[in-house]
């Protein structure tokens, strides 16, 4: 079955920190698609990354980077030199390869990032 | 292009009565899905629909609930009676091959 953990509820940092928010996903499919989503206090799901299953390299994107690892089923996201409008629920999510990438996702609990000033 | 929008944004509605909640999905896309945020239970699928055709409906809580895409540009999920406990953020999303794009959400209050 499928099923992805966030272990980290909350996280608080001090603005310019660097903070990484882990993920662990389970799945017995060889095909798979993770997701990092954020939801800012407005409350709408923003979609930041996706990853498939072959493509294990690490990826940047500003001051956002992801690191994939297969052999510890793990999809880690950091957020260097954190700001305030960070401050966020990060969700990470996995989907199953069915006849066409990306059907139904399933979310982790999410990690609730506070950065302050 | 324009997201995925949903309307209501936010609805109080009183215990009993019927909540429909509309969803416009992205244009191209051949996916849609119904999500449901509760503090208790995160993120759940209620419900999606391949080419407007219901595919895995098991998320839906009960015969309270139900969903219809009745073609490519519009899609509902009605609660009937509406209860408290169905109380939530409700997220429709739609998807072509691998990315999901999410609504802005409906917050739904039932008192």
């Known amino acids: 079955a499928q099923k992805v953990t966030q272990a980290q509820t909350e996280i608080s940092v001090v603005e310019k920190e660097d903070v990484t928010l882990d993920c662990v996903y389970e799945t017995r499919d060889t095909t798979y698609y993770l997701f990092w989503y954020k939801q800012p206090p407005s409350g709408e799901l923003v979609f930041l990354i996706r990853r498939n299953s072959f493509d294990e390299q690490n990826e940047i994107s500003g001051r956002y980077s992801w690191n994939f690892q297969k052999s510890t089923s793990s999809f880690n996201f950091t957020i260097t030199a954190s700001q305030v409008v960070d401050s966020a629920v990060y969700f990470c999510a996995l989907s199953e390869e069915t006849d066409q990438a990306g059907t139904a996702l399933i979310f982790g609990k999410g990690t609730t990032l506070s950065v302050s000033s | ?111």
């Open chain 2, 1 to 111: 292009d324009a997201g995925v929008i949903q309307s209501p944004r936010h609805e109080v509605t009183e215990m009993g009565q019927e909540v429909t909640l509309r969803c416009k999905p992205i244009s191209g896309h051949d996916y849609l899905f119904w999500y449901r945020q509760t503090m208790m239970r995160g993120l759940e699928l209620l419900i999606y629909f391949n080419n407007n055709v219901p595919i895995d409906d098991s998320g839906m809580p009960e015969d309270r609930f139900s969903a219809k895409m009745p073609n490519a540009s519009f899609s509902t999920l009605k609660i009937q009676p509406s209860e408290p406990r169905d109380s939530a953020v409700y997220f429709c999303a739609s998807s072509f091959w691998d990315t999901i794009y999410f609504g802005e959400g409906s917050w739904l209050t039932v008192v």
